[in-house]
């Protein structure tokens, strides 16, 4: 395909947050008295009565861990997190995603005496958080425009009882009089505000409603407040301290690192084919996300999938909400499904075992990058961060950044965001360094990148950008013209073409000249050379100039150092296993992989039984710890991490049959 034709974009690609909550209804909607309100739309569930618990409460932190969540220990700073807030303080949370944040705003509202209030702005999600916490036996609720009036009342019945340990609401909600109002006459225990980053009005996040949210300083100056986020950068830090007059905070800043993921970036050819390999060889029957730019080209990598026997849905903005909800549901239930989507899909979905990111355009920061891989293996067993990237993704970027809306002090922002990305691509030390770099926090080498796993080698690429740059330079000064990256490279290889023959370009003095390369290594030369800054695009049709530093380089006063282009791009990495549900298996014998297989189907028989995500029976590492250690009693059951009261109670029986019945 030639690079001067014109590159598919969708221009309606701003996608707007969605799922907001409807504005609250009026007062008193929710007793029983007020009539004609809306029936539950189909398909609803009605929320699971809360069991209750003789003591509401929990003496220690400690004791909701193992009770509770049954799990032995706090992992990094949660035990600190916890303390703060137990003891009335404020706190501002960045943690990766997968780090444990949950449990930082949970197990205070157990302590605590009242209801904590959950700000989360995906109500979407509202239904499986809560879900997931009943499993568990905490008293938990949400409060959103997908419940009818009976179950509303219901909800603020025993939140003015004092019957609810967690209640979630959207920030929307939040910042009408009467919510307002209505939580005055309970107790509240703290305010948890989840995807605090989507105060910051510059990320690609921001809510306008969780401005509103400074307000609970004034309004409730006693009450805790936990804001957490899985963002990193120092700006959006800041923004969340200020805008929500989190002054006298604790900061706790985690480790961004995220060992369990495997980071890879390959060169683009075919990106559909390439994708499939990649699926075909390490992640068959897993679930994954795939992120593509337009929603084109979600719709169109999503059907190629299906027609190849993955099983994959489409997601984006466009799509009837319905749909998406369903679409959605589907992910976060069934087993191995595959979602291509833009980056209207992915925020606040708790789903464990997403074993596979895949991005097959670029990125436009790292921030996004980080973000959206970041979303694999938050269970903490092996998953990938697969990226394809091309230089026809350099060009449309760049492109997008010229015509963009916005001043230059912007443009030049994501300029700067668009560098930093193509710096993590082309880089050929640990991407995982260079990740954390960007983070503001040092590290080692990894040994779990393609470029660790597969040290990239370094060539002088000096003589071969000279070549290109003085074709560019030609065809400007002896004929008046620009080219994109396609007809220069077929001049450079002295490719004859209608293109080259009827422009005559068989003529310049550059004709031939580098034979010694392929099509593909050209490419990559042309790439890496936009990504350095010593060759920019221009007007529409993404065509090629020289830039001021490239002089130099022309001049023979400075060395251009390239990476190795491999020619295969789809060639799986060195460290590349087979399947990861395998991989997670792996440091089992035969006889634990056929139980834990075993205990999976019956997972699955009791996911449907109950029409809840098999996750919120069990994790994949509880299974897996179940399989190794086969426990014959309830009291061997109870020691696996996983493994709380309430599980113990509603399962351990028929976990102990499962595992007999294998032994
Ligand atoms: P985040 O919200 O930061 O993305 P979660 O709160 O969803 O992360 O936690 C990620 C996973 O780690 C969950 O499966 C959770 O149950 C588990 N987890 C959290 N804290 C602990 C702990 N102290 N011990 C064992 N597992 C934990
Ligand atoms: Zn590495």
Partial sequence: MSWNAEIPWDPDEFEPPEDFDAPPPPEGYGDPAFAGAPGLPAGARQPVAAPRRATAKFATAADALRTVFGYDSFRGEQAQIIDQVIGGGDAVVLMPTGGGKSLCYQIPSLVREGTGIVISPLIALMQDQVDALTAVGVRAAFLNSSQDSAARGRVERDYLAGDLDLLYVAPERLSSE??????DRGTIALFAIDEAHCV??????????????SELADRWPDVPRIALTATATDATHKEITTRLQLGEARHFVASFDRPNIQYRIVGKAEPRKQLLAFIRAEHQ???????????????????????????????????????????????LREEGVVIVATIAFGMGIDKPDVRFVAHIDLPKSVEGYYQETGRAGRDGLPSTGWLTYGLQDVVQQRRMIDESPGDLAHRRKLSAHLDAMLALCETVSCRRVNLLRYFGQPSEPCGNCDTCLEPPVGWDGTVAAQKLLSTVVRLLRERSQRFGAGQLIDILRGKVTPRTTQHGHDQLATWGIGADLSDQQWRGVVRQLLAQGLLATSGEYGTLVLTDAAAEVLAGRRTVELRTEPERAARPAAGARKSAAKAAAADLNPEQETLFEALRTWRSAQSKEQGVPAYIIFGDATLLAIAATRPGSLAELDGISGVGAKKLDSYGAAILEVVAAGA
């Fill in 178 to 183: 009467a919510t307002k109002r209505f939580l």
């Fill in 285 to 331: 029957a897993d679930a994954g996300i795939v992120y593509a730019l337009s929603r084109k080209t979600v719709e169109q990598t999503a059907e190629f999938l299906r027609q190849n026997g993955v099983n994959a849905l489409p997601y984006h903005a466009g799509l009837d909400q319905g749909l998406r909800a369903r679409t959605q549901s589907r992910f």
């Fill in 200 to 213: 910051s009005q510059w990320g690609h996040d921001f809510r306008p409603d969780y401005l509103a949210l």
